[in-house]
């Protein structure tokens, strides 16, 4: 099952990766984590990148692809994978059907996750990861169930991004729908999309996808 999750910042796609990493144990990329591990891990690409940083450049489509090949390469991703956050532009988009073909294998789905602005706006701004695990919350909609402390893993230490503040959600999105919303035309176009309510609660955001991933 090799999957994306597409929707603007605070669709929901992290929280739901995270179900889904959980209930099939398949590995969620993310770019970000994949880029550092490279570099820690020292191999060919993770050099190229290290190289770039360093530089204080942002790292080429070129390489983050090669990087996401690699990770594609290891062994728990044999079942799958899923792709959240990436890609994120039509350039990226050919890259990866390039890649996958290249190894002999296909997406088997897009699900889209459809939420209005101003909810994703409310939802970025309250929300909140443990940092310890990584497990996602939100002030209002989605709070640990002891006030302070992770349910996963018991944490009482949380971060919040710098940049998920309402003003800076607005110039995110605005680079969601220029650069990355027209990868939903595309996917619908190869056959491979499914839209879904990002606005349903969480639960049933979640149901609606294991419905999805049950009639592939
Ligand atoms: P993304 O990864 O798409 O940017 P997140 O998964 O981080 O989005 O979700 C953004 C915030 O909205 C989080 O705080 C999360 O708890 C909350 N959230 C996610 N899905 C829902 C939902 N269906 N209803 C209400 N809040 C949600
Ligand atoms: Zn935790």
Same mark, same amino acid.
């Given at each position: ?12 796609? /992290? ?21 550092? %591990? %490279? ?9 190229? @990148?290290? #190289? &770039?940083?360093? @530089? ?7 390489? +983050?692809?090669?990087? +996401? $090949?690699?990770?594609?390469?290891? %062994? ?19 890259? +990866? =059907?390039?890649?996958?073909? #290249?190894?002999?294998?296909?997406? !088997?789905?897009? *699900?889209?996750?459809? &939420?209005?602005? =101003?909810?994703? &706006?409310?939802?970025? $701004?309250?929300?909140?990861?443990? #940092?310890?695990? /990584? ?13 302070? +402390?992770?349910?996963?893993?018991? !944490? ?50 979640? @149901?609606? *996808?294991? @419905?999805?991933? %049950?009639?592939?």
């Amino acid at each position: 099952m090799r999957l994306i999750l597409l929707g603007p910042p605070g669709a929901g796609k /992290g929280t739901q990766a995270q179900r889904i990493v959980e209930k099939h144990g398949i590995p969620q990329l993310s770019t970000g984590d994949m880029l550092r %591990a %490279a570099v820690s891990a020292g191999t060919e690409v993770g050099k190229q @990148a290290k #190289a &770039v940083m360093d @530089a204080g450049k942002l790292v080429s489509d070129d390489i +983050v692809n090669a990087i +996401v $090949s690699e990770r594609i390469d290891q %062994a728990d991703c044999a079942n799958g994978f899923i792709l959240d956050g990436y890609p994120r532009t039509l350039v990226q988009a050919d890259s +990866v =059907e390039a890649m996958l073909s #290249a190894k002999g294998i296909e997406l !088997s789905v897009v *699900i889209e996750l459809r &939420v209005e602005d =101003e909810i994703l &706006v409310g939802r970025v $701004s309250g929300r909140y990861t443990c #940092a310890q695990c /990584g497990a996602g919350y939100h002030d209002e909609n989605l709070k640990p169930k002891v006030e302070g +402390v992770c349910d996963k893993c018991g !944490s009482t230490h949380f971060k919040r991004r710098a940049d998920d503040n309402p003003e800076t959600v607005r110039t995110r999105l605005q680079a969601y729908y220029k650069d990355t919303s027209p990868l939903i035309g595309y996917y619908h176009a190869k056959g491979k999309l499914k839209s879904i309510d990002g606005m349903a609660d969480i639960d049933k955001v979640t @149901a609606d *996808i294991e @419905a999805i991933l %049950a009639s592939i």
